[in-house]
């Protein structure tokens, strides 16, 4: 159920619908809007007896909610989510893309900062680095734990970029939530339900990456369970689902952006990285998110990917970051989003493509 207030409602009448609300057993969520606030009910079983919010002062309306997602729904906020970061002029969800860039782990401070610099300086805004990672063997690299935390805030002191990483279980984040400026929940996560919770308890941005098989509604019904606690900060982040292809490491799903962008006020970004697992797709991939209405991107880049101990194959060259950002540049004014300037921490060289590629000229 939704209430919609009156235009001119006073905060004092958002708040006594919201206590009475509470009364009834339920939980509230005043989502203001640009003209007036509503009030989410969730943890309702059946339908709750309109008659006795209807006549409460400030309340225009209360409107039945048949999806079965609700905090994530535009039914009940008509504008975008835009999640800014203070200290910054970045923002997810509004006009300007945000880029989120570097390596899938952090492997070393030397590593860190060698991606950083350059990502940076190529315009990206956001750090993204795994210290607990993932990985479908117990013998791959798992990551440098608090160790790679520590080296992403360094990161964030030199560099100025926000910092994303993942948190993996409940003992992670914890730690993720200290040091992050947005909290990472990985594909392999997306139903982790007590995860989900308890990242809605913590008041930072949560990055949802989606399920590698789910539907659009499991989707969303994922971050509902992270707004349901409270935290309405939630990115959503298509990178790609299990289909019988082959010649990629997954595939891209890009229609899911518009149809998150009909059915959901939150941010939707892209990782055309993981999205393919493949070098030579990645910036494609790129381009052809911007020019679906992404709200940004999540691009694994490292400095030496040969040597990397996660993802290499799927990690641009840093000068293959570069000309990726000139080309989103060119595409971002055509459906009307502004890209971040190029960095001020060192002057920019020439761009220049390094298409060094490892995969074989005969792979598709
Ligand atoms: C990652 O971002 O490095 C990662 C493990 O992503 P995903 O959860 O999408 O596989
Ligand atoms: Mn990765």
């Known amino acids: 159920m939704l209430v919609v207030m009156q235009a001119h409602a006073t905060d004092e009448q958002v708040r006594a619908v919201c206590q009475k609300?509470?009364?009834?057993?339920?939980?509230?969520?005043?989502?203001?809007?640009?003209?007036?606030?509503?009030?989410?009910?969730?943890?309702?079983?059946?339908?709750?007896?309109?008659?006795?919010?209807?006549?409460?002062?400030?309340?225009?309306?209360?409107?039945?909610?048949?999806?079965?997602?609700?905090?994530?729904?535009?039914?009940?906020?008509?504008?975008?989510?835009?999640?800014?970061?203070?200290?910054?002029?970045?923002?997810?969800?509004?006009?300007?893309?945000?880029?989120?860039?570097?390596p899938c782990a952090i492997e070393s401070r030397e590593q860190a900062f060698a991606i950083a610099e350059r990502v940076s300086r190529a315009g990206a805004q956001f750090f993204r680095g795994g210290a607990y990672k993932p990985r479908t063997s117990p013998y791959s690299f798992q990551g440098l734990g608090e160790e790679g935390l520590q080296i992403m805030a360094e990161v964030r002191e030199q560099f100025g970029m926000k910092i994303v990483t993942e948190a993996i279980d409940n003992e992670s984040l914890e730690l993720v939530a200290e040091y992050a400026d947005v909290i990472q929940i990985g594909a392999r996560n997306m139903q982790n339900f007590s995860l989900l919770k308890r990242a809605g308890r913590v008041r930072k941005p949560v990055l949802l990456k989606r399920g590698?098989?789910?539907?659009?509604?499991?989707?969303?019904?994922?971050?509902?369970?992270?707004?349901?606690?409270?935290?309405?900060?939630?990115?959503?982040?298509?990178?790609?689902?299990?289909?019988?292809?082959?010649?990629?490491?997954?595939?891209?799903?890009l229609s899911v952006v518009p149809a998150v962008h009909r059915l959901s006020h939150l941010p939707i970004v892209v990782d055309?990285?993981?999205?393919?697992?493949?070098?030579?797709?990645?910036?494609?991939?790129?381009?052809?998110?911007?020019?679906?209405?992404?709200?940004?991107?999540?691009?694994?880049?490292?400095?030496?990917?040969d040597k990397a101990l996660s993802d290499g194959m799927q990690s641009l060259y840093p000068d293959q970051f570069d000309e990726l950002m000139a080309q989103v540049r060119q595409i971002?004014?055509?459906?009307?989003?502004?890209?971040?300037?190029?960095?001020?921490?060192?002057?920019?060289?020439?761009?220049?493509?390094?298409?060094?590629?490892?995969?074989?000229?005969?792979?598709?």
């Open 332 to 364: 971002a004014p055509v459906v009307g989003r502004t890209v971040p300037a190029i960095g001020r921490h060192a002057p920019v060289a020439a761009i220049s493509v390094d298409r060094t590629d490892t995969i074989p000229s005969s792979a598709p």
């Open 272 to 305: 055309p990285s993981h999205g393919t697992g493949k070098r030579n797709k990645v910036t494609p991939m790129s381009r052809a998110s911007v020019a679906v209405g992404a709200d940004g991107l999540i691009v694994e880049v490292h400095h030496e990917p």
């Open 21 to 102: 609300i509470e009364s009834l057993g339920y939980s509230p969520h005043p989502v203001p809007g640009a003209g007036r606030t509503a009030v989410c009910i969730t943890g309702n079983k059946g339908e709750v007896e309109p008659g006795t919010l209807d006549e409460m002062p400030g309340v225009q309306e209360v409107i039945r909610v048949t999806k079965p997602y609700k905090l994530v729904s535009r039914d009940i906020k008509e504008e975008n989510t835009v999640i800014s970061f203070p200290g910054t002029d970045a923002t997810i969800g509004g006009p300007g893309l945000a880029i989120l860039a570097g």
């Open 212 to 253: 590698m098989s789910a539907t659009l509604e499991e989707f969303l019904m994922a971050a509902e369970y992270v707004m349901s606690e409270g935290n309405y900060q939630v990115i959503l982040c298509e990178r790609g689902v299990r289909t019988f292809a082959d010649h990629t490491r997954n595939t891209l799903d």
